[in-house]
């Protein structure tokens, strides 16, 4: 007997607690620095302390000697290694060549400069600090503005300017718009260095096989197939000799969606001296040398009707790069341009960004990825608006609203938005708080001389990265699904989850659409060998893209079934139901344990269909999604020293189509955590010689638990046309729905005092600052 | 984040512990809240860790005659849970709770913290304000210090070398008498960016005696006198803060300046004076 | 980061001018030099041990006296690297008469770099504060 699966009792929108957890809870996965092999050696890197030098000589005479040290190798090594490529394409872009170790010049703390191989991991430390490096220090720029003025020094050499690229991108008739505008708002907005933090730091295990002339790199990585396409360019070795394993990933944010020299230096290592070699950065050299978020500094003007009516909006971004272009470096900024218009109408905008090389570590895809920078500088821009015309800023949000009917609704920079009401969230968020109630609140508070601010912002995002010709690597996914000859089920995926809990919702998704135990199905992922090839989770696709494959591989598999079972029930129409084909005339059924076994044995196949029970399916989405949601956050300023703290948070987020509703609640939760980092803690701080003020957790600050609000998180659904799921992706939308609401809330608390802008960090200190004298 | 090579060694007694750090290049090793970090990025780099933890005798917290003993080796978390302590010294449970996170406060020790004497460390403003009396043990004997006398400057305390604070001791709080910690804290590493303890009494609102411990604002925690004296002559609370960042060399760094810091001891000094006086009804 | 103060030498300008440009006095007065040799004129190669908490370091730098206009100020920059990172501080040294003592009022920079930053910014104001403190205190102390 099958167990009988009514509508009612579908997985999908359950709130499944995670498959992942209990392992990862326990202590029982298994990450890159749980793997041992048989005589591996250990790495460790010597880096540069100085922002700019050049190497005058490196001795590694006494790191040679010490017993345990196998090889010490420098930049003059590797030098024919592939440069750590960058997968951007920006018309004029300059890209510096990456060596994997530094030539004869070092351009950030932290630059890798030699690497020292021995038996154990602290042999290896202790050889490392026996590298004499003998550096000439040069001058060093580690600020996007200062590297733009005249004299600054030139991070290369080759581009005294430090520009790396120029971007324009314009639509309508901009000059007109700003001169005819009724009002225009100008603010110079930043959004800071930020420092990814993943809970494991980078890891590398490199192994190579003599006999196969086959490299097998362990990485904790988002992206095990690219990796393995261009590490394997970058060492000449050919891409199906390459297996990229990604076991367990604690943590990414974007920060390992990435090629890093460190992964391809292990697998040359592993080639040079035929050992096993693991490389596990250190916290330290995490802050150093792991890609930062963030970095701009935008210059906006927006241009209004009196009526509140958007007309134009124009950006002049500066991009902090950092020194190297490492994966996306260069096209984040471009995002932030593609977000630009926010959920309004406005058709008419111009944007101009600045590339800047600095003497610090890379810039590149931190949670949310260019839009958080983009969504702040709109929300931020549009409650200017409402102060400088006196109206309510949802009031003045809710009149520039693209309306539900609009959709597909293209936007002014090229994008086609593909559904949204974006009225309701906002409403709903007004509602749960009860705005009016809480003006009242605020005008009471005043009285009592208490500043206490109502902040909001209404966020859109470009999810599930994406359609192939707007990425630089193909934003298709593929999944494949195979029922063993048991009727167990065994889903490869070409998504990499590091976090996002896909073991649970696919097997959810498979769940519905087989009919079968959830605990029946296995996800598989991460692993080159044995995963046909997929592009990876980023940019809020694992389940847009990579759910919506498996959703299509699930429909062809399908129609196998039913052929089997139309075969084995001696029948041309069979229907297939809670895990069993049925013939409706005769009411005789059979289990698709029983059709997966007679499909491997095979004594007979139904015409035309191979043996087996398995299907493939790589999908392009036709569009990238748009999820959207209003935040709204209530806070109060202690006057005494401007500590601000958040009263309420809520949090309406529409990512379409809800599969799990506790990991959606997961996403959202983790997602504000980090939005509150960077608008109330966190900053990455260089001083003016390129040293990183910030580089380890007790002055790098990110919330704590008891640092962290309740948060009230409340959906709407709003389907998405572009896949069959409906789904549009949560993973960024708590950072990108954070920031602006959190300033604009304090910023609301000090408009008595004429604040009009705040940049983040909201630090005691800085607060403090403006209520002493009244002026941001 | 991989340590020089070192020694491990574990005494079993004081004596044993003693003569293990007569050795200029040994290193006591209590909870390892600041020295194993330090450590494990290569800034400190002792040859020889004498290891504590193995000597008996350490972690007891009992009344003596009108005082409070507490074993160098009680942990944070053994302090601020004491019963013992909550009851009859209270400023100095409210000071250990505000410790780092749980799990520093179940490693970390109060000898090993004030040994250290980091200038922001949460300990020093109370046992400052408790007058508390430390033991130093050495071959040669052991020797008591008050807490004015032990915290000497940055990271420089009277414990000399090859010695070990061995206990600390507080008084048992007199019936009247009202404390309070308050603490602003630095987000990133959770030590002080100011911390006052306030210690009073306090006869139907007249303070006859005042204490108050000040850490964070500069190289070293002190006690500031100056607001002692304009409580104890009837000055107004929020007038006698006032008075602590007279004279105050304050530190300055990305976290607070000095102007920030100076006014935050102001702030917290009367938040910790209001709340002492509140106490001690 | 940036670094002020004042310490009060109970002796005459001149004097402590004269004491503050003689690598004897440098060397005995500089926590923790260990050596002290002439390279040029006015400049110095240094051995020093930092021993501060439990952080322990051996440095090799330079010291540098320029910009001499005796009595009354010269520039006084410390450079030292090691293995846990880098440190550099330079600054104006200003005399002037107060009584029968002499105020040195020093306004400079304090550069760290390397491993040492990353002990916490909020450690290097009151250890260049203690540090430059020791010294006048031995400057005190040394003379005959």
């Known amino acids: 007997m099958a167990s009988v699966i009514t509508e009612q009792e579908k997985l999908i929108g359950k709130g499944i607690k995670r498959k992942e957890d209990p392992r990862l809870i326990t202590g029982t996965a298994t990450y890159v620095d749980d793997m041992q092999l048989p005589g591996m050696h250990h790495a460790c890197i010597v880096r540069s302390p100085y922002a700019a030098a050049n190497i005058k000589s490196i001795d590694i005479k006494a790191a040679l000697e010490t017993p345990g040290v196998v090889a010490v190798y420098t930049g003059a090594a590797v030098k024919d290694v592939g440069p750590v490529p960058c997968g951007a394409s920006l018309p004029g872009l300059r890209v510096p060549h990456h060596h994997i170790l530094a030539q004869d010049r070092v351009y950030f703390v932290g630059h890798p400069v030699a690497v020292v191989v021995a038996t154990d991991r602290y042999i290896a430390r202790d050889g490392a600090d026996l590298v004499e490096v003998d550096y000439d220090v040069l001058p060093a720029v580690a600020d996007p503005e200062k590297a733009l003025a005249d004299g600054a020094p030139a991070v290369h050499p080759q581009w005294p300017d430090n520009v790396a690229f120029n971007f324009h991108q314009e639509n309508g008739e901009v000059e007109k718009v700003f001169a005819e505008a009724e009002v225009v708002v100008k603010q110079r907005i930043t959004s800071q260095r930020l420092i990814p933090s993943s809970m494991e730091t980078r890891a590398v295990l490199a192994e190579y096989r003599s006999g196969e002339k086959a490299l097998t790199i362990y990485s904790s990585s988002q992206i095990p197939h690219l990796l393995r396409t261009l590490v394997a360019g970058m060492l000449g070795v050919p891409e199906h000799k390459l297996r990229v394993v990604v076991p367990e990933v604690g943590g990414g944010f974007g920060s390992k969606l990435n090629v890093y020299a460190e992964e391809a230096l292990m697998g040359w290592i592993a080639m040079k001296t035929g050992k096993p070699v693991k490389w596990i950065e250190s916290r330290r050299e995490n802050f150093l040398t792991t890609i930062h978020g963030r970095g701009h500094v935008d210059y906006y003007e927006i241009a209004a009707k009196k009526d509140g009516t958007i007309t134009g909006i124009r950006l002049k971004l500066i991009q902090d790069l950092g020194a190297y272009h490492q994966l996306l470096t260069p096209a984040i900024p471009t995002l932030s341009v593609l977000m630009m218009p926010g959920l309004y109408r406005c058709q008419t905008i111009c944007a101009d960004i600045v590339g800047v090389f600095t003497n610090c570590v890379p810039t590149d895809a931190y949670r949310g990825a260019g839009r958080p920078e983009a969504t702040h500088g709109i929300e931020r821009m549009v409650d200017m608006l409402a102060a400088e015309l006196k109206m309510d800023a949802a009031e003045l949000r809710l009149k520039n609203f693209i309306q539900p009917g609009e959709f597909p609704f293209a936007s002014a920079t090229g994008l086609t938005y593909d559904s949204g009401d974006y009225a309701k969230p906002l409403k709903k968020a007004l509602d749960i708080v009860n705005y009016m109630g809480l003006r009242e609140q605020q005008r009471k508070a005043r009285a009592e001389g208490r500043w206490m601010g109502i902040g909001m912002s209404t966020y859109g995002e470009i999810c599930a990265f994406g359609p192939s010709p707007a990425t630089p690597a193909g934003g298709w996914e593929s999944a494949s699904v195979r029922i063993e000859p048991s009727g167990k089920i065994t889903v490869h995926t070409g998504v990499s989850p590091h976090g996002q809990g896909e073991e649970t919702t696919f097997s959810q998704i498979v769940a519905d659409e087989l009919g079968v135990d959830f605990n029946d199905v296995v996800v598989l992922h991460g692993d080159t060998a044995i995963v046909q090839y997929g592009i990876g989770t980023f940019g809020s696709r694992g389940t847009a893209v990579g759910g919506t494959a498996l959703y299509f591989a699930l429909q062809e598999l399908k129609a196998k079934i039913k052929r089997f079972g139309a075969m084995l029930l001696d029948t041309d129409s069979v229907v297939y139901e809670e895990g069993r084909c049925a013939c409706r005339k005769t009411g005789n059924s059979v289990s698709l344990a029983e059709i997966a076994g007679a499909s491997y044995r095979a004594m007979k196949l139904p015409p035309g269909t191979e043996p087996g029970m398995m299907a493939t399916y790589f999908w392009e989405p036709p569009n990238f999604t748009f999820p959207f949601g209003a935040h709204i956050v209530v806070t109060e300023v202690d006057k005494e020293t401007g500590v601000v703290t958040i009263q309420r948070y809520v949090a309406v987020d529409d990512c379409g189509k809800i599969l799990n509703p506790l990991i959606v609640a997961g996403q959202v939760h983790g997602g504000v955590a980090q939005g509150i980092g960077q608008s109330l803690y966190e900053h990455g701080i260089y001083d003016d010689n390129g040293q990183l003020l910030t580089g380890e957790f007790m002055d790098y600050a990110i919330p704590k638990i008891t640092m962290m609000p309740w948060i009230e998180s409340e959906h709407t659904e709003t389907p998405s046309p572009v896949n069959p799921l409906g789904v549009k992706g949560v993973g960024e939308a708590g950072t990108i729905g954070c920031s602006p609401a959190v300033v604009n809330s304090v910023v609301d608390a000090l408009s008595p005092l004429g604040v009009r802008h705040l940049d983040m960090p909201l630090s005691p200190e800085k607060i403090w600052k403006v209520l002493q004298g009244g002026q941001a | 984040m991989i340590a020089h090579p070192f020694d491990y060694l574990t005494p079993k007694s004081l004596p044993e512990a003693l003569l293990l750090l007569a050795d200029p290049d040994a290193k006591a090793l209590a909870g390892g809240m600041s020295l194993i970090p330090m450590m494990k990025l290569r800034l400190a780099a002792p040859a020889k860790l004498v290891d504590l933890r193995g000597v008996p005798g350490l972690t007891s917290i009992s009344e003596e005659s009108g005082r409070l003993k507490i074993g160098a080796l009680a942990t944070h978390f053994d302090i601020e849970s004491s019963r013992l302590v909550r009851a009859k010294c209270p400023l100095l449970a409210m000071a250990a709770a505000h410790i780092g996170d749980v799990q520093v406060r179940n490693m970390g020790t109060i000898g090993g913290s004030i040994a250290h004497a980091d200038p922001a460390a949460d300990y020093p403003a109370a046992l400052q304000a408790l007058e508390a009396t430390i033991s130093i043990a050495g071959v040669g004997g052991t020797r008591a210090v008050s807490a004015a006398e032990f915290f000497v400057d940055t990271f420089t305390t009277a414990v000399g070398p090859g010695e070990l604070v061995v206990e600390v001791s507080v008084p048992v709080e007199a019936a009247g008498t009202g404390t309070s910690y308050q603490k602003c804290l630095q987000p990133a590493s959770g030590f002080a960016i100011v911390g006052v303890a306030a210690r009073l009494q306090a006869v139907s609102g007249n303070i006859s005696m005042a204490r108050i411990g000040v850490t964070g604002l500069s190289g070293c925690s002190f006690r500031a006198n100056g607001v002692e004296a304009l409580l104890e002559s009837g000055s107004d609370p929020q007038a006698a803060a006032a008075a602590i960042a007279n004279g105050i060399d304050a530190n300055s760094d990305i976290h607070a300046s000095a102007e920030y810091r100076l006014h935050l001891a102001r702030v917290y000094a009367a938040k910790a004076i209001r709340a002492a006086l509140a106490a001690a009804r | ?144």
């Open chain 3, 1 to 144: 980061m940036k670094v002020t103060g004042s310490h009060l030498v109970p002796l005459d300008r001149a004097r402590v001018y004269s004491m503050l440009q003689d690598p004897e006095v440098l060397a005995a007065c500089m926590p923790g030099c260990e050596k002290l040799e002439k390279s040029g004129e006015d400049s110095y190669t240094m051995k020093m041990k930092m021993a501060l908490a439990a952080i322990s370091g051996q440095f090799d730098g330079k010291v540098s006296i320029t910009d001499q206009n005796p009595p009354g100020s010269f520039r006084l920059l410390v450079e030292g690297t090691s293995k846990i990172g880098f440190m550099k501080g330079g600054g104006l040294l200003t005399l002037t008469t107060e009584g029968d003592a002499t105020c040195v009022a020093y306004e400079g920079d304090v550069q760290v770099g390397g491993t040492l930053a990353a002990v916490g910014q909020r450690l290097i104001d009151a250890t260049s504060k203690m540090m430059i403190k020791r010294f006048f205190e031995k400057l005190i102390a040394v003379q005959p």
